[in-house]
């Protein structure tokens, strides 16, 4: 009788949120570990290609990246219509990859230079013109590793 | 008295931690924000060198039985190896091309000595010609498999060591030629 009388006495125990912080924190970590910071806008749309046969680039630092297609709509006054080359965050051309190249590689540590990659992220509508001046442009400037960014491709052909 | 026991109230008064979420979850929804997940894939490839004279590339022979010519024009068509072909069987010709398993006389006399050719139009459609190309390496990668497999028992991957992938790959080598592009078709 007496276990029962007591029952009135504890009402309503809160849960406690002491923890809450921590989880939060914890949440909060793996979003810093597991992302990366957006380094550079994109100004031109970019919708790559499907493939099947993808390697995954390592480490991010060791990778510079060179985006083409056709500039976003707020640059089409200024920059036309036409597929264009974003290098960094600025509209660019062929000539100017060495210089870029030069500018990424200085931030590399000098053993680490032979590992880096030229990523492209070229619109899968471009046309193979614009890319080609930008692989014979890598080639002249020594660059011969580069990756064509693809997003995985779920079905058979 | 009474302002001595307010005094050591205030001594026992911890920090408030409450707003430690608050804070922590503002921290979080930043990171969501300004991250992107998107991880990097695509397919890898190594450049030849650039020189200057591309007379070196025009006197080298080769037996028209070793070359797997793939045409993609500007019209986003295929030929190979002089028919029109669709990109759905390329995979299943590269891979007959290099191995020759029944030995015919059309084929490649040996894997080290098979060499694919690519050759595009500067109009050709990106997409196209990266759907070609990975035809051609997943064609490579397939026989790559089918080597380990039966050398080692296991697929050509992270399960063999950095020799064993070497030694699949000195049997069968990954020759893709790329020749300059034809000014044709651009925009």
Known sequence: ?157 | MLNKKSSKDRLKSEINAGSMADIAFLLLIFFLVTTTIDVDKGISIKLPPWSEDDVQAETLKLKTRNVFSVLVNANNQMLVRGELADVANVRERAKEFIANPSKRDDLSESPRSAIISLKNDRGTNYKTYLMVYNELKAAYSELWDDKAQAKFGKPYGDDLTDAQKKQVRDEIPFILSEAEPTAFGEE
């Open chain 1, 1 to 157: 009788m007496g276990k029962f009388s007591k029952k009135g006495g504890k009402a309503d125990p809160e849960v406690s949120t002491a923890s809450l912080p921590d989880i939060i924190f914890m949440l909060l970590f793996f979003f810093m570990v597991t992302t990366v910071m957006r380094t550079s806008e994109l100004m031109v749309s970019v919708s790559v290609p499907e493939a099947t046969e993808l390697t995954k680039l390592e480490k991010k630092s060791l990778v510079n990246y060179i985006y083409i297609g056709r500039p976003m709509e707020r640059y089409e006054s200024e920059f036309g219509t036409a597929p264009r080359i974003q290098l960094g965050n600025k509209f660019g051309t062929d000539k100017d990859i060495p210089l870029f190249l030069e500018a990424h590689r200085a931030k590399v540590s000098e053993r680490e230079r032979g590992l880096i990659y030229s990523s492209i992220r070229a619109d899968g509508e471009v046309t193979m013109g614009i890319v080609s001046d930008i692989k014979t442009a890598l080639r002249k400037a020594g660059q011969l590793k580069i990756n064509y960014s693809a997003r995985a491709r779920a079905k058979d052909l």
